[in-house]
């Protein structure tokens, strides 16, 4: 017999208390892979709305964290044309709209330049095709979106104070807002919104983007264009949006209560484990094992219903996720992808967690004499 | 380790004394013992009397208020690594056998070589030997309660072998068993004494069995009352110098 067997053995012997255990920790770990996951696919989604642009810098007006309060002229685009070193610029205008048919959920309305090479690049379904200048009260659906709304190309729905929009479109996008939102012509949003001329920011290629020095050599000239001209790398932005750092700060946040009751639910199951078992270690003790026998026990114990919580928490994550990504009340806003180094980390937050939690009981037993022990009941 | 070249005892205490963990009452006072290698003690008292305190300081599983316990001549107190020791010089038998409940026989056996340098494959080897020497080589893979309770014992009498001790120690090892049971198993001490030259101190009631031994110690209210060579049986070694 192998010591990892006698190991598998009590483990399996105490199969309720083993079960509640990896439950236990099973909650713990899905909590924090599912909150991560969800906010690592945010800020996933986010980054790769730039990334298929080839986005190299996002100008919005200075001291505005949200995208969405940033308003700038839109006859900036043409001065930041013509700074040297730049290749392409695009504008936008983003607003979020509710539906009837999809509840209190906000649904991400772009306003694009019908001409822009972000409409040319849209990844437009068989039926359908990109906006034109042509175009009268026209728009493109995201694939999700569409399906929500069960709106195919032709159809027609109303947005905006009851206007009624043509389906020109349906567009699959490899980001998860995107597809849960739609595009319009960027005149018809500034209308909309009450914003004529006004755009939220610009986007911005560079002809050498591998150039660091040429990078930031023209990201000073663009903000030289306007004092409340803020001009940022794309990951930088993305990493400072106020959506991003919130969510990240909410996904730690509800992750480390739910590790705080993992742990403490781990540490309660292992002392009373340990109790339970005094008696036992003192036989152990007595029959020749040293205290780090007794302690390599517990540890090994320990671990192994950690990782077991691990890998079933986990794969609950993962299921849940691709449970809530699908819902209609959450769609377009879960990305169901749960990266596998998030999964990683929920395995090392439970194996540490599993190890703190059976360190004071491996201490305690480790440190009764064989007697004390054995007179316990 | 604090080991002298010369020490004919393989037990010796000094000024022996433990406290109750009241701190009031002695459960042993002023015990001066000595055990000679391949001796076979037989301790007998009453409840209370300090016999099984006694056996528990002995054999390294308590530690004692004052006084002195010398195994092979090392001072215990000065003794680094008391599990080791134990582990490599002394077997214990319970009187409640405490064997582990979910492994066979074989498995039970084995338990205490992980302490020991023995492969996985050696360990089996091992086990079905001592479970042979105790008679049970057929029975190998029962579970404990498939066992009766002689069975049982010699189970934990194996496992007590397991490391190759020096000296067995048994707290009362026929106190569950019928009478049938409890000679079996005291013919098996006395055959492990005789064939193996085995240092025996076991406790017991059985004024009977007690009597079997070379030696019968008797305490009292946490004393020795007698200490008293039995000329039925033969020496191995020498009986000591003195009885206290």
Avoid at chain 1, 73 to 80: E, H, P, Q, T
Avoid at chain 1, 197 to 218: C, W
Avoid at chain 2, 35 to 40: F, K
Wanted: charged share 20%.
């Amino acid at each position: 017999m192998r010591f990892y067997t006698f190991v598998l053995k009590n483990i399996l012997r105490r199969r309720v208390r083993s079960a509640l255990t990896v439950i236990g920790m099973a909650v713990a770990v899905g909590a924090v892979v599912a909150l991560v996951g969800i906010s690592r696919g945010f800020e996933r989604s986010f980054l790769a709305i730039y990334q298929r642009e080839k986005v190299d810098l996002i100008i919005q007006q200075r001291g505005v964290k949200q995208k969405l309060t940033s308003v700038l002229d839109a006859g900036l685009g043409k001065k930041i044309a013509e700074v040297p070193g730049v290749k392409t610029v695009n504008s936008g205008l983003v607003d979020f709209t509710s539906m009837d048919e999809l509840g209190p959920v906000g649904v991400l309305v772009q306003g694009w330049e019908v001409d822009s090479p972000m409409m040319r690049h849209l990844n437009i379904l068989t039926g359908g095709r990109p906006l034109e200048a042509s175009d009268k009260n026209c728009l493109l659906l995201g694939e999700r979106l569409a399906l929500s709304l069960d709106k195919k190309v032709g159809d027609t729905l109303k947005v905006f104070d009851d206007a009624t929009y043509t389906v020109r479109g349906i567009f699959k996008s490899n980001t998860v807002y995107e597809n849960g939102g739609m595009v319009v012509p960027l005149a018809d949003l500034q209308r909309f919104m009450g914003r004529r001329g006004q755009v939220s920011g610009f986007t911005v290629t560079v002809d050498q983007p591998d150039h660091k020095a040429e990078v930031e050599r023209i990201r000073h000239a663009i903000e030289a264009l306007g004092k409340n001209l803020e001009v940022t790398p794309t990951i930088d932005f993305v990493n400072s949006t106020q959506e991003i750092v919130f969510i990240r700060a909410m996904a730690w946040i509800t992750s480390a209560v739910a590790l705080v009751i993992g742990a403490v639910g781990m540490l309660n199951t292992m002392v009373m484990s340990v109790f339970e078992r005094t008696r036992e270690i003192g036989i152990l003790r007595a029959i020749g094992w040293g205290r780090w026998r007794v302690i390599r026990m517990i540890l090994m114990e320990s671990m192994v219903l950690s990782l077991a919580g691990g890998a079933v928490g986990a794969a609950g994550a993962v299921l849940l996720t691709r449970v809530l990504s699908n819902q209609p009340a959450v769609s377009g806003m879960i990305d169901s992808y749960v990266a596998p180094d998030v999964i990683a980390q929920g395995f090392l937050i439970a194996l540490c967690v599993g190890l703190l939690g059976a360190a004071y009981p491996a201490y305690r037993g480790a440190q009764l004499l064989p007697t004390e022990a054995l007179r316990h009941e | 380790m604090n080991k002298p070249k010369h020490d004919p005892f393989l037990f010796r205490t000094e000024q022996l004394c433990k406290l109750y963990p009241d701190g009031q009452v002695h459960a042993v006072e002023d015990v001066n013992i000595t055990v000679r290698r391949g001796e076979y003690v037989a301790i007998m008292g009453p409840s209370g009397s300090g016999k099984s305190t006694l056996l528990n300081l002995l054999g390294a599983l308590d530690r004692p208020t004052s006084g002195e316990v010398y195994i092979d001549g090392m001072r215990l107190s000065k003794v680094r690594n008391v599990d080791r020791l134990r582990s490599r010089m002394l077997g214990f038998v319970f009187q409640s056998f405490h064997l582990l409940p979910i492994l066979t026989a074989v498995e039970n056996v084995q338990v205490p070589m992980f302490e020991g340098r023995l492969s996985a494959s050696a360990r089996i080897a091992r086990a079905k030997e001592l479970l042979d020497l105790v008679g049970l080589g057929h029975r190998i893979h029962h579970m404990p309660q498939k066992l009766s309770v002689g069975e049982r014992q010699r189970v934990a009498i194996a496992r007590a072998l397991a490391n190759e001790p020096i000296a067995l120690l048994a707290d009362e090892p026929t106190g569950n068993l019928d009478s049938v049971a409890a000679e079996g198993i005291f013919e098996l001490f006395a055959r492990l004494h005789r064939e193996e030259g085995m240092t025996i101190v076991l406790i017991t009631h059985d004024e009977e069995l007690g009597r079997r031994a070379q030696r019968l110690v008797r305490m009292q209210d946490g004393h020795i009352k007698s200490d008293v060579f039995s000329a039925r049986r033969r020496l191995r070694t020498p009986l000591p110098p003195f009885a206290v």
